[in-house]
């Protein structure tokens, strides 16, 4: 019995873009980790959170931040995994507003107060946010 894998079956989406996010990440530390990302990258392997590469990538192309001595410059594959990124990042955001609000409301903040903090222009605006939050963070649940 053959241990190939059948040449046939269709690529399952989600493995694909989990591995490119990986091999992104990888990339960016390995080629633009600084301070205790690139500490934790030498000695465990371990790389940058996907907020932290991508604010990295944007910081070197932009000109505001300086790369390392002998560091590479920002190319074309960096800013594309930077790119792959952005959906993780997106996530790990919404989910600490998610906790926010919660942690607002738990507080006893009126969602009127919960607008003001956030920018918008009513309660109801604040109210549907949180509420759309919870709806995406639970959609990516397993």
Known sequence: ?????????????EQARRARAYEALFRITER??????????E???????????????????AGSALPDEGAPAVDQADLT???TLVPLARAEFDQMESGLLTMARG????????AFGLGLGTAQAARQRHERLQARGEDERP
Do not use: C, K, N
Not at 43 to 52: F, L, Q, S
């Open 107 to 114: 507080r006893e903040m009126t969602w009127q107060e919960i």
């Open 81 to 83: 995994a930077a790119l």
């Open 32 to 41: 633009h980790a600084t301070g205790t990302d690139r500490a934790r990258w």
């Open 1 to 13: 019995m053959s241990t190939e894998p059948d040449p046939f079956t269709r690529p399952d989406p």
């Open 43 to 61: 000695e465990r392997r371990m790389p940058m959170a996907p907020h932290d590469a991508v604010r990295r990538v944007t910081d070197l192309a």
